[in-house]
């Protein structure tokens, strides 16, 4: 089920502070603000369709767990310590990210969506204009962070709901454009979440997350996001 949202408002008059308004009121930034916990459950899609569980808590504990070729791996943050498991190397054992690897991911922990805090994060916002995407018309924010690092939010003009999400890196030389795109959107507690999420390296898909439920505040330990929850000690 596609939830959509007709305001009536021409997408030529529309303004970085009134898009950012009626896209908090459509997607429950309020209610959102207000829920400690969340639970994703479904089905990451690659070569093969595998089970993932994702768990989030405030501020931005996050536990991302889920199989690959009959192997169960782990993908953390405990909120100091982000950690993860790779399997398939032959070794169960969890490491640890370095400070370098954390620095490059730690917004894949965050609980809040990045266009709710912006600000709070020293980050800078501008409207850049229109662009047509899937056949829609669409207004395209981009933020840049304190590393000059910019990204590019598409929300859709008549639903005002986030279609994608789309920046640029370099890795040997080389231009990457990432883009993950959002659809199949259901409320859920006054809230707004994208069911189907679609990750793209210039051009070709690469992943996509299909979710089957989502739960709001279920209760989660606080030592579910520790190593020692899940692996022995040494």
Not at 88 to 101: A, L, M, S, Y
Not at 135 to 150: G, I, P, R
Not at 156 to 181: C, M, W
């Given at each position: 089920?596609i939830i959509g949202f007709a305001f009536g408002l021409y997408a030529q008059n529309q303004t970085l502070e009134?898009?950012?308004?009626?896209?908090?009121?459509?997607?429950?930034?309020?209610?959102?603000?207000?829920?400690?916990?969340?639970?994703?459950?479904?089905?990451?899609?690659?070569?093969?369709?595998?089970?993932?569980?994702?768990?989030?808590?405030?501020?931005?504990?996050?536990?991302?767990?889920?199989?690959?070729?009959?192997?169960?791996?782990?993908?953390?943050?405990?909120?100091?310590?982000?950690?993860?498991?790779?399997?398939?190397?032959?070794?169960?054992?969890?490491?640890?990210?370095?400070?370098?690897?954390?620095?490059?991911?730690?917004?894949?922990?965050?609980?809040?969506?990045?266009?709710?805090?912006?600000?709070?994060?020293?980050?800078?916002?501008?409207?850049?204009?229109?662009?047509?995407?899937?056949?829609?018309?669409?207004?395209?924010?981009?933020?840049?962070?304190?590393?000059?690092?910019?990204?590019?939010?598409?929300?859709?003009?008549?639903?005002?709901?986030?279609?994608k999400i789309q920046s640029v890196t370099e890795r040997e030389g080389n231009e990457i454009i990432n883009e993950?795109?959002?659809?199949?959107?259901?409320?859920?507690?006054?809230?707004?979440?994208?069911?189907?999420?679609?990750?793209?390296?210039?051009?070709?898909?690469?992943?996509?997350?299909?979710?089957?439920?989502?739960?709001?505040?279920p209760k989660i330990e606080n030592s579910f996001f520790e190593i020692e929850t899940h692996f022995e000690k040494?």
């Amino acid at each position: 089920m596609i939830i959509g949202f007709a305001f009536g408002l021409y997408a030529q008059n529309q303004t970085l502070e009134s898009i950012l308004e009626n896209y908090f009121s459509v997607n429950g930034k309020q209610e959102y603000l207000k829920t400690n916990s969340i639970i994703k459950e479904g089905y990451r899609i690659r070569n093969d369709i595998m089970p993932v569980k994702f768990y989030q808590m405030r501020p931005d504990k996050y536990m991302m767990i889920y199989d690959l070729a009959d192997m169960t791996a782990y993908r953390a943050f405990d909120g100091e310590i982000a950690w993860y498991t790779a399997p398939w190397r032959g070794t169960v054992n969890p490491e640890v990210f370095t400070d370098e690897q954390l620095e490059a991911i730690i917004r894949t922990f965050a609980f809040d969506p990045s266009l709710y805090n912006w600000e709070s994060h020293g980050n800078n916002i501008e409207y850049i204009g229109n662009e047509n995407f899937k056949n829609a018309e669409h207004f395209v924010l981009e933020l840049t962070d304190k590393n000059n690092q910019k990204t590019s939010f598409f929300i859709n003009s008549e639903t005002f709901l986030l279609a994608k999400i789309q920046s640029v890196t370099e890795r040997e030389g080389n231009e990457i454009i990432n883009e993950t795109h959002y659809s199949e959107h259901k409320r859920i507690g006054g809230m707004v979440f994208p069911f189907l999420e679609e990750s793209f390296s210039n051009g070709v898909r690469i992943v996509s997350i299909e979710f089957d439920e989502i739960v709001i505040n279920p209760k989660i330990e606080n030592s579910f996001f520790e190593i020692e929850t899940h692996f022995e000690k040494e």
